[in-house]
Nanobody, 117 residues
Framework: QVLLVESGGGLVQAGGSLRLSCVAS????????MAWYRQAPGKQRELLAE???????NYADSVKGRFVISRDNAKNTVYLQMNSLKPEDTAVYYC???????????WGQGTQVTVSS
């Protein structure tokens, strides 16, 4: 089990940027995949970006070219750099350590991102 704490959300104008952080309660060095998800009101939780220990990344089409996921194993932290934000990016953002079968049940409290037009 790993506890995850997200931070860095806030209110930003369209076109702006935010950097989210996710700090884990234990070393993430051995956790193959770390990922960011988001959930907008009335919508299902959406996988946005994933990064492996080898540094391989995958992105949802909705954020490809605008968001960048990274990880610092020494700091037990995963980041999500979000650029060119749009109002439709408004959601609560969560990090997770998914398995090949899907997200783990260990969710943090999330961090709210609100993008104004």
């Amino acid at each position: 089990q790993v506890l995850l704490v997200e931070s860095g959300g806030g209110l930003v104008q369209a076109g702006g940027s935010l950097r989210l952080s996710c700090v884990a309660s234990r070393s993430i060095f051995s956790i193959n995949a770390m990922a960011w998800y988001r959930q907008a009101p009335g919508k299902q939780r959406e996988l946005l970006a994933e990064i492996t220990t080898a540094g391989s990344t995958n992105y949802a089409d909705s954020v490809k070219g605008r968001f960048v996921i990274s990880r610092d194993n020494a700091k037990n932290t995963v980041y999500l750099q979000m650029n060119s934000l749009k109002p439709e990016d408004t959601a609560v953002y969560y990090c997770n350590a998914p398995s090949p079968h899907g997200p783990s049940p260990d969710w943090g409290q999330g961090t709210q991102v609100t993008v104004s037009s």
